[in-house]
Nanobody, 115 residues
Framework: QVQLVESGGGLVQPGQSLRLSCVAS????????MGWYRQAPGKQRELVAT???????NYGDSVKGRFTISRDNAKNAVDLQMNSLNAEDTTVYYC?????????WGQGTQVTVSS
């Protein structure tokens, strides 16, 4: 079994920053891909950012230029630095990975952007 544990969510004002972290534990050997998604109530889950073990990144259009994903392969960890946050970024963020053909999701962490 693989567990993904997220941290770092919270309440911030528009224009401020937050950093999310996710650590994978359990039956983890080689993680080629880790990523972040988000899902607002009544909407489909949306890609935020992904990163390969080699550092190749991919971002959703709505966060390009504002969010930065990074990872520490030795710690099986992935971070998401979120800058210039706005109200549209308010939702639950989920860490995601695929190991051995199986998809794993974290429990989610709430990000709220409000004045």
């Amino acid at each position: 079994q693989v567990q993904l544990v997220e941290s770092g969510g919270g309440l911030v004002q528009p224009g401020q920053s937050l950093r999310l972290s996710c650590v994978a534990s359990g039956a983890v050997f080689t993680i080629y891909y880790m990523g972040w998604y988000r899902q607002a109530p009544g909407k489909q889950r949306e890609l935020v950012a992904t990163i390969s073990s080699g550092g190749r990144t991919n971002y959703g259009d709505s966060v390009k230029g504002r969010f930065t994903i990074s990872r520490d392969n030795a710690k099986n960890a992935v971070d998401l630095q979120m800058n210039s946050l706005n109200a549209e970024d308010t939702t639950v963020y989920y860490c995601h990975t695929v190991i051995g053909g199986m998809a794993y999701w974290g429990q989610g962490t709430q990000v709220t952007v409000s004045s």
